[in-house]
């Protein structure tokens, strides 16, 4: 009922900026917690960022914490995640997550790849 789908990755110099995007459409009337996980090669999928719909009460990975920021904007129904001085250990396909009334929706991903 809900689709998200991921924008804005791509190769990026060490120390390099992205920002990535996340647009959600279909049946959205209850959109609670969303955010930003990650799935490096080999990796299991790991937290990256989270927010509640408003834009409140952020959290981060202490990993990505002071170089990332999760953001919204709701006339869009869209999420952001800037990305600051990235490194290779950054190098993953990024995923948007959405909750809505206890259901889990998940966009596609895309590639982020931070390398020389």
């Known amino acids: 009922q809900v689709q998200l789908v991921e924008s804005g990755g791509g190769l990026v110099q060490p120390g390099g900026s992205l920002r990535l995007s996340c647009a959600a459409s279909?049946?959205?009337?209850?959109?609670?917690?969303m955010g930003w996980y990650r799935q490096a090669p080999g990796k299991q999928r790991e937290l990256v960022a989270t927010?509640?719909?408003?834009?409140?009460?952020?959290n981060y990975a202490d990993s990505v914490k002071g170089r990332f920021t999760i953001s919204r904007d709701s006339a869009k129904r869209t999420v952001y995640l800037q990305m600051n001085s990235l490194g290779p250990e950054d190098t993953a396909v990024y995923y948007c997550?959405?909750?809505?009334?206890?259901?889990?929706?998940w966009g596609q991903g895309t590639q982020v790849t931070v390398s020389s």
């Open positions: 927010m509640l719909s408003d834009g409140s009460t952020t």
């Open positions: 997550r959405a909750r809505q009334l206890g259901v889990e929706y």
């Open positions: 279909g049946s959205i009337f209850a959109l609670n917690v």
